[in-house]
Each structure stands twice: as C-alpha cells, then as structure tokens.
C-alpha cells in the first residue's frame, strides 16, 4: 500500500510537465508567437473529437538560446469517451532560429494504452537525457548529443517556416530515445475539400525510423497536407486499429 502511494506521488510530479524555462518579456516580437491551428477529427463521417496545436509561448533556454514552446492536444467527443478516451498531450521547444529543438513531453492516453515520457536535449554538456513510463515501470534513456537535433513535434514547423529554403530538410534527425533520419515522402499537390472550400495542399508522409509523427504504433502513417499558398496544416490523416481517422481544419490563427 506504500509502495502503490509512493508511486502514485511520484507519477503525479512527472505529470506536471519536466520543463521549467521562463517566458520571455516581449513574446510579440516573435512571428510564430500564439499562432494556432484548431482541428475537428472524424472516423468516416463521424465527428470523433478535437484537437489542436498552438505557439503558446516563448521561453529563454540559456544565455541567448530562445525557443517557441510548442502544445498540442487531442480529445475525444464525450461520445466516444464511452468506448474509447483520447487525451493526447504533446510539449516541444523548438528554437526560434528554426536550428534545433530542446526537448519534448508527451502523455498519451488513448484507451487502454498510455505511457507519459521526457527528453532533454542538452547541447552545452552535449547529452540527452530522458525517462518515459509506461504501466507504472519508468526508464530512463540517454546518449551523447553533437549535433543538432528536432523532436518530432518541431519537425513539423520547418515545412510552416516561411524560411524553409534556408534549412536543409532532406538532412534533418529526429531525436527520441535515440537519433534518427526523418524521411519524407511528398507525393505532390493533390486538391481537397474541407466544408464547401477546396483547397490545393501538398500531401507529405513523415517516417521517423520506427515512428510516425503523432502515430503510436510501429507500422501506421500519417499523412500531412499543407495548404500550397498559406503554408497552413489544414488537414491529417492518420492511420488507426480500424480504419482512419481524419482531422480537417476548423480555425487558424496566424499573426
């Protein structure tokens, strides 16, 4: 009974997120500050729940490293809450430079599969460092670090970045509990419609070694579209245990 309490405090503390950077004074002064993408998620034509994912802050990492800190969530409908809950959370730190990222957080949640997980990128002691729980069983993950590096989160904002001819994406690693290639494939410009509006987007499918952006399971994709004139996420398609799920664009906001 102790024990089961000792560990219960301890998952509360790792639940409250990892990171502990301060807010900038003037975040306004960065583009990408409170920009947000909210997102309606169906499973054919039922409305499943919601997400989103937001710019909501700007935060110092040490003497002249700053960094956009990147949250993105996913709810089920109270509906589906009865059959399958989905409370998603992910937390990055990607630099304002569009350079590198510092870390992630994650807490996900969906049905019976749930695990919560951390990793910091440390590049002045050239490290990583990181622990990820799953079942009540923590372990910790770490290795050294020499070059720069995105978490998974950051890595989609290099294809928001009005400067992206500026960073070489065909050379970009990805950083989990350890480093990998991030490979892409762009099959071209393919027309959707989301309401009434038909949009022309580029569809890329993200690979991450064994992982799939914002997909759990090993061997599933998902398929980002990116709205050919406005750079804009407007629609994912991920591959789920039945099927697919879809999440159209509801509102965006960009500064």
Sequence with gaps: ????????????????????????????????????????IYWGFINVGSAYIEVSDVVQISSGAYAYKIVSEAFSSSFINNFFKVRDKNIAYLDTNFKRSYGYYKNINEGRYSFEEYTVF?????????????NGVAKKHFGSLAEDVFDVLSSLYLYLNPREKEIDISNIKILTQKIWNLNVKNYGIEKIKIDSK???AYKLEPKVGEDGIFVSKKGRSLY???????????????EVFIGSVIAKIRNFRKK
């Design 198 to 200: 038909k949009i022309k």
């Design 1 to 40: 009974m102790i024990l089961k309490l000792l560990l219960s405090s301890y998952l509360l503390l790792f639940s409250s997120e990892p990171f502990k950077y301060s807010s900038v004074k003037n975040p306004d002064n960065y583009p990408l500050y409170k920009t947000r993408y909210e997102y309606e």
């Design 122 to 134: 440390d590049y002045i002691n050239k490290n990583y460092y990181g622990e990820k729980i799953k």
């Design 224 to 238: 980002v579209y990116i709205s050919k004139d406005e750079r804009v996420p407007v629609m994912l398609e991920a």
